[in-house]
Structures are given as structure tokens and as C-alpha cells.
């Protein structure tokens, strides 16, 4: 139909006396209707209907009539309070606030985007302003999209409330190019950041004006990271009187968070292509850049994860370390909270590799919590986050194929270590036990064909003490560790070791530091191959030959008594 165009919207009504909601807007009309008496046959919702929409291209109006309606019919309701439907917006000044611009830059996201600016810029340019104008219908649509959900809610037509946005955006249009026209907006580029900002601090619409100069300053900046360059350069110009000052540095910082929200914005100060793992570690790097940098001099596990940031980025980190732009590093760390909570995997395909950005992730967050986010806040993404690493398919992804059950065991050793949160311990605590109780496990175990018995008897003392460093509560690591001890316990009878090392052709001394070793639970698991290894022990420490050894071999004493303590064989 030439000069009009059309679409279908489907709203519902979930109970009886309800307000009709927006369930769906589409251009096709046989899909509409589907869905709405699919809607309706299956009994999810008390009415539907759908409305055909025809905009007039001329007038910019919309024509609604209703083409289908199934359910329980309206019902009459009071009429609601004026304060109750009034726009969030009613003065040009509203269109500045966080909330606004927010708002702004994800209606106009694409064609920020396209254009490589911000909402804080198109605020403040009269020629994004003007290419924005004619662009067509981008400024129609953003309006139409934030029209409809506000009308339904407030109870009043998308048309009415379309021609109030209208007005409002006219009227801000009007008042920046007036400004523009006039001369009143700053160049701080040739008057100088300071001085500009110390010029417009007492007037009355200081924020705008001061906005609009910061905003002409970096319009020339070829990419974000030349954009964040730039609006440094003004941080370092900015004046040193601390109200002027403040003032100041608060124009900045909110392009500079709109960039770090802006995910082409952020992927060109960090680094593009990045999987979500290493893109929150360079995020984190650059939020709590002192934090990490201590971590990484003196952990290993940390440095490996960390990327190296850019040039613009770490000048920019050094920045956000100071108390200038705390906004600036707050948004960013409740950005790192938000995808932490989220669903998708720090690094798809590569379970280990997660495990380790986590651990890398925990230990950065943590060391600068209460100037980065509160502890709490943190402990609660990372258990979050951990629930995802107890699931049956990261479970199955990490242990993958081909490893020896021993291999799993300190494989799940490792993922329990790493995961914070009594239920997901718990939970990782059932797939060790399920791993340790396995008959594929107790197989491998008693299969000496590799190995000694006393190396096999080593390796299950090791698992036995790393299940207890791992945070199990104590009912869920003691049967694990009994059963390694038995394991280890059977190895040991069949191997007769205890008895072996008491009967070798060395000396008395040698013979009983290797049984007390067993015996403490360092060569042996604690069990049955430990109980025996101590009686052996305490038959040789008896004997009138081995105290006339430790009398004659006074250095080594202290590391019998030592080990006859750690055993529980002192008197």
C-alpha cells in the first residue's frame, strides 16, 4: 500500500480484569493470529486479540483496528491518576540523566554503533543530531519501540504518547541547535579544559554546556580507544580546585562508561574476539589494575590467565585505580558481576582452561573487594558461576575421554578446590565418591603393573590428603579417604611392604623412618597399610639395636621423634 505501512500486534490478557499486555508484534498477519489462538486454545492466557497497525507516512500516525479478539470481554476500570501516566521524560533536561541516556543508547544502539558514537555524544553534537534527523526512520522507530511498552503500562494510547516524545525530542532538538547557532557551547580545545570548566561551573546549565564541549572535543577520535586517549587528555588537563575539579572530571566519566558499556567500545580497549573467560580477566585487569598486578608478581596461576593490556587501556586502568572516576569502576565491575551470573561459558570447549580463568578470576575480585564490590556480592557470583562447573555436562566435558580414573580423581580434586558454595561442594563431593567407589577405580588401584606397590600406596596417600585440603565438609570427605585407606590397605597386604621394609638389610634407623612415614600417612593412605606399618614400626622401635643406631646418629632424632609423633606412636 503506497505511503503506509503495516504490522500486527498481539496483546493479551493473562487473568480475567487484567490489562491488556504486548505479547508480540510482527509483520505477518497469519503468524499473528497463530499465535494468538495458540495462546488462547491452550489456555495460557484469559483473552488475546490482535491489532492491525497501518502507519501513515505523511502524518506519522498510526490507525489501529482490531482484526481478532478471543476471551473474556473488558472490564470497565476507573480511570488512573494523572501522576500515573505521565512519561518518564517531560523536559529536555530528563533526556541528560543516566537513566535517559541508558535507555537512548539501546534504543539507538545500531545507529550508535554505525556511527561510532555514544548517547552522551548525540546528546550533545549538533551534527549527530542533524545526521540522525536524516537518517530516515531511525529516530521514528527508537520512539514507536519505547512508546508501546510505556503506553500499556500507564494506561494510555501508543499515539498520544508517541506525539509527547515527539514534542520532547523537538524540543531538545531546538534547544542544542540554538545553543549551537549562538555560540554558547565551549571549545575546550582552544580555551582549555580547566579553564572552561572554572567558566561554566555557576551557570545554571553547566553540565550541558561543559557536555557538549567535551563531547566536540573528541568527536574527531578514529576509534574508541582513540576516543578514551582523548578524554584522558582532558582527565589530565582537568583543574586542580577540588569543586571545579569534581565537576569536571564528572562530565568525563560518562562517555567514558558509556564506552565501557558499549560492547564494540570495550572489545577495541581490550582486545576484539575475545571468549568471554578472557574478556572479563582483561575487564578485571583493567577495573582493579593494582589489585591484579600485585597477584600476578607472586601467582603464577593469575599471570597465566591475565592477558596484557593495551597502551589506552592500562592508562586508563591507572585512572580507574584513583578516586577520580569511581563511577567509571563501579559500572565496570557490576558489568564483570552481571556475565558472571550469566549462563554462558567462560571458554566454550576447553573445561580446564575454565576452571583456571575462574580460579584466576576469584583471586583477583576477591583481593580487591570493598574498593572494587562488596565481598558479599562477589562470594555470590562465584557460587553462582560454580553451579555451572557441578552439572553432569561440565562434569563429562572435563573429564573427557582417556584419562585414568586417577586421573579423574584429581581431576574432580581440582574442580572441587576451585568451587565455592556448601551445596555445589556437595555435589562435587557425590562425582569423587562416585569416581573413588568405582570398580574401575579399585581395578586400577590393585594393577601394579606399572608400578610398585609402594609408588601406588604414595599416589592414594597424596589423593587421601587432597581430598581433606579441598573443602568437603567432614561427612562427605571421611568416606572417601576410608576407602582409599582400604584400597590402599589391600595393596599393601598383598605386597606385604610394611613387613618387607621391617625385614630389609639396612640399617635399623633407615628402616624405621620409612615405616613411620607409612605410618603417618605420608608414603601410605591412613587405613589398614598405615595400622600395619605402625605396629612394624613399634616392634623395631623396641629393639635395643635401633636405640643404640639413634644414640650414635644424634641428626637424625628430631626427624624420628617428628615422625613418631605425626604417627601417634609418642607415649
Known amino acids: ?59 506519522r500516525e498510526f490507525q489501529t483496528v482490531t482484526i481478532l479478539k478471543l476471551g473474556v470481554e473488558e472490564i470497565a476500570r476507573k480511570p488512573k491518576a494523572q501522576a500515573d501516566v505521565q512519561p518518564l521524560c517531560v523536559t529536555p533536561q530528563d533526556l541528560y540523566t543516566i537513566h535517559a541516556r541508558e535507555r537512548i543508547g539501546r534504543l539507538l544502539e545500531a545507529w550508535l554503533d554505525r556511527n561510532h558514537a555514544t548517547a552522551f555524544e548525540l546528546l550533545h553534537r549538533p551534527d549527530l543530531v542533524e545526521k540522525l534527523e536524516a537518517s530516515g526512520f531511525e529516530l521514528q522507530h527508537a520512539i514507536q519501540k519505547v512508546a508501546v511498552p510505556e503506553a500499556h503500562a500507564r494506561g494510555m494510547t501508543v499515539h498520544e504518547l508517541m506525539r509527547v516524545f515527539h514534542t520532547l525530542v523537538d524540543r531538545a532538538i531546538d534547544r542544542l541547535m540554538k545553543d549551537f547557532k549562538r555560540g554558547v557551547l565551549p571549545d575546550v580545545d582552544a580555551e582549555g579544559f580547566a579553564a572552561a570548566a572554572e567558566r561554566v561551573s555557576k551557570d545554571p546549565e553547566r553540565g550541558f554546556l561543559l557536555g557538549a564541549g567535551v563531547a566536540a572535543s573528541i568527536a574527531p577520535a578514529q576509534t574508541w580507544s582513540e576516543k578514551v586517549l582523548l578524554l584522558l587528555d582532558l582527565a589530565d588537563a582537568a583543574p586542580k580546585a577540588h569543586a571545579a575539579r569534581a565537576f569536571a572530571l564528572n562530565a568525563l566519566e560518562q562517555p567514558l562508561a558509556e564506552i565501557l558499556e558499549s560492547k564494540p567500545g570495550l572489545g577495541d580497549l581490550i582486545g576484539k574476539g575475545l571468549d568471554l573467560g578472557a574478556g572479563l580477566a582483561a575487564m578485571t585487569r583493567l577495573a582493579a589494575y593494582e589489585a591484579v598486578e600485585s597477584l600476578v608478581g607472586i601467582e603464577p596461576s593469575v599471570a597465566k590467565v591475565m592477558p596484557q593490556l593495551a597502551p589506552p587501556a592500562q592508562r586508563l586502568a591507572k585512572w580507574l585505580a584513583t578516586e577520580d572516576f569511581v563511577e567509571v569502576r563501579t559500572a565496570l565491575g557490576k558489568r564483570i558481576l552481571r556475565e558472571l551470573n550469566g549462563p554462558r561459558r567462560l571458554k566454550p570447549g576447553d573445561a580446564e582452561a575454565e576452571i583456571d580463568v575462574l580460579r584466576a578470576l576469584a583471586m583477583s575480585l576477591t583481593a580487591a573487594s570493598g574498593k572494587l564490590l562488596p565481598l558479599e556480592d562477589v562470594q555470590a557470583a562465584f557460587s553462582a558461576r560454580s553451579k555451572m562447573l557441578v552439572t553432569g555436562d561440565f562434569v563429562e566435558a572435563y573429564l573427557g575421554q582417556g584419562k585414568t580414573s586417577f586421573e579423574e580423581v584429581e581431576a574432580l580434586v581440582w574442580l572441587t578446590e576451585n568451587i565455592i558454595g556448601a551445596a555445589n561442594k556437595r555435589q562435587a563431593g557425590r562425582w569423587l565418591k562416585a569416581v573413588v567407589n568405582s570398580l574401575r577405580f579399585e581395578k586400577e588401584a590393585r594393577s601394579l603393573d606399572n608400578e610398585s606397590a609402594p609408588q601406588r600406596l604414595a599416589q592414594l596417600a597424596a589423593l587421601q590428603r587432597a581430598v581433606a585440603r579441598c573443602g568437603l565438609v567432614e561427612e562427605d570427605f571421611v568416606p572417601i579417604q576410608t576407602k582409599l585407606g582400604d584400597l590402599g590397605g589391600l595393596i599393601e597386604a598383598e605386597a606385604k611392604v610394611a613387613a618387607g621394609v621391617a625385614r630389609a638389610n639396612a640399617p635399623a634407623v633407615q628402616r624405621l623412618t620409612v615405616l613411620l612415614k607409612l605410618a603417618c600417612g605420608d608414603s601410605a593412605p591412613l587405613g589398614p597399610a598405615a595400622n600395619r606399618a605402625k605396629a612394624e614400626a613399634l616392634k623395631l622401635v623396641r629393639h635395643d639395636s635401633t636405640r643404640s643406631e639413634l644414640a650414635a646418629a644424634p641428626d637424625q632424632v628430631d626427624l624420628v621423634r617428628d615422625l613418631i609423633q605425626q604417627a601417634g606412636l609418642a607415649a
Not at 9 to 15: L, P, Q
Not at 21 to 50: C, W, Y
Request: no cysteine.
Open 1 to 59: 500500500m503506497d505511503g503506509y505501512s503495516v504490522h500486527f500486534e498481539v496483546f493479551v490478557r493473562k487473568t480475567s480484569g487484567a490489562s491488556w499486555t504486548l505479547e508480540m508484534a510482527s509483520e505477518n498477519r497469519v503468524a499473528a493470529i497463530q499465535t494468538a489462538e495458540d495462546l488462547f486454545n491452550e489456555g495460557r492466557v484469559a483473552a488475546v486479540k490482535v491489532t492491525k497497525e497501518t502507519l501513515d507516512e505523511e502524518s
